[in-house]
């Protein structure tokens, strides 16, 4: 009695497994943060820094974060971000295209998560990043 009763309980879990449909999981994605604007003024003079070394290895942390912007349904695009920094975090980040959902994402990501170290409290910097998501 109890072996059919078993086997009643795992046909009815296989059967029953089978029949339902996949739930799609959406990608929750924390909130812009308040301090940093979405879009970086125009300005007819840089805020130009010298430190390509510290924001490559600052930019090259963020790499999980950008692996998660790219799905299975984003089409290949190269994004562009603008980023302006005051102490070593952003003031403001902008990209191109403007339309993409994966540029939008890339930019959160750095939006939240950059950190350039050994800044100055009153040392401002703005520059470019490329990024290619294949």
């Given at each position: 009695m109890r072996l059919i009763l078993l086997y009643a309980c795992a046909?009815?879990?296989?059967?029953?497994?089978?029949?339902?449909?996949?739930?799609?999981?959406e990608r929750a994605e924390p909130a812009w943060p308040e301090g940093v604007a979405q879009t970086c003024p125009?300005?007819?003079?840089?805020?130009?820094?010298?430190?390509?070394?510290?924001?490559?290895?600052?930019?090259?942390?963020?790499?999980?974060?950008?692996?998660?912007?790219?799905?299975?349904?984003?089409?290949?695009?190269l994004v562009e971000i603008r980023v302006e920094t005051r102490g070593g975090v952003p003031s403001c980040v902008g990209?191109?295209?403007?339309?993409?959902e994966a540029?939008?994402?890339?930019?959160?990501?750095?939006?939240?998560?950059?950190?350039?170290?050994d800044s100055a409290p009153e040392e401002a910097c703005s520059f470019r990043y490329p990024v290619r998501l294949q």
């Open positions: 046909l009815f879990l296989t059967l029953t497994g089978c029949a339902s449909a996949p739930v799609p999981v125009q300005r007819r003079v840089s805020q130009c820094c010298f430190r390509t070394e510290a924001i490559k290895e600052a930019m090259a942390r963020l790499k999980a974060g950008f692996r998660a912007c790219h799905g299975p349904d984003v089409e290949p695009v990209r191109t295209p403007k339309e993409s540029a939008r994402c890339l930019a959160s990501v750095v939006a939240r998560s950059l950190f350039i170290p």
